[in-house]
């Protein structure tokens, strides 16, 4: 017999809604969540060309596969740096997916366009002064990135 604790961390089936894009980061993160708990088999086709939401400006549709794909790849390790994700969260390595040409550059929300980044890796790509060098050798380490 299953202990409580066992049966409240097993992993819930999938429903449609899991795979649903969405521009609240906080359902992204836990539908993305979710999906990660089972391997994705297939890499995601993801959103060409992500929809701006009209109430915020800043956010953008995103899809959750794509999210939770990227981070399976990297298997905890930063692709920016190498080195082990710096922590846990929920008991899974942390790791903030990064669109290498940014949504309100035009890019797209696809696994090409997509890296597994430890926060000072992620900070770095839009905040250091070396920045383009930076997100240059990305497109070099990572396979499935292609520049758009």
Same mark, same amino acid.
């Given at each position: 017999?299953?202990?409580?604790?066992?049966?409240?961390?097993?992993? =819930?089936?999938?429903?449609?809604?899991? *795979?649903?894009?969405?521009?609240?980061?906080?359902?992204?993160?836990?539908?993305?969540?979710?999906?990660?708990?089972?391997?994705?088999?297939?890499?995601?086709?993801?959103?060409?060309? #992500?929809? =701006?939401?009209?109430?915020?400006?800043?956010? !953008?549709?995103?899809?959750?596969?794509?999210?939770?794909?990227?981070?399976?790849?990297?298997?905890?390790?930063?692709?920016?740096?190498?080195?082990?994700? #710096? !922590?846990?969260?929920?008991?899974?390595? !942390?790791?903030?997916?990064?669109?290498?040409?940014?949504?309100?550059?035009?890019?797209?929300?696809?696994?090409?366009?997509?890296?597994?980044?430890?926060?000072?890796?992620?900070?770095?790509?839009?905040?250091?002064?070396?920045?383009?060098? *930076?997100?240059?050798?990305?497109?070099?380490?990572?396979?499935?990135?292609?520049?758009?």
């Amino acid at each position: 017999a299953k202990s409580i604790r066992e049966a409240l961390n097993a992993p =819930q089936p999938l429903t449609p809604e899991d *795979f649903t894009p969405t521009a609240d980061d906080t359902i992204l993160e836990q539908r993305a969540a979710r999906l990660e708990q089972q391997p994705i088999k297939d890499e995601p086709k993801g959103i060409e060309k #992500p929809q =701006q939401t009209q109430s915020n400006g800043k956010s !953008f549709v995103r899809d959750p596969e794509v999210r939770a794909w990227v981070r399976q790849q990297a298997k905890g390790k930063c692709e920016g740096c190498g080195q082990p994700a #710096p !922590f846990e969260k929920s008991g899974k390595p !942390f790791l903030e997916v990064h669109h290498v040409k940014h949504l309100a550059q035009d890019g797209s929300d696809r696994p090409s366009n997509a890296v597994a980044l430890c926060p000072n890796c992620h900070r770095r790509c839009h905040h250091s002064s070396d920045r383009d060098e *930076f997100t240059a050798s990305l497109y070099l380490n990572v396979k499935r990135l292609k520049p758009e």
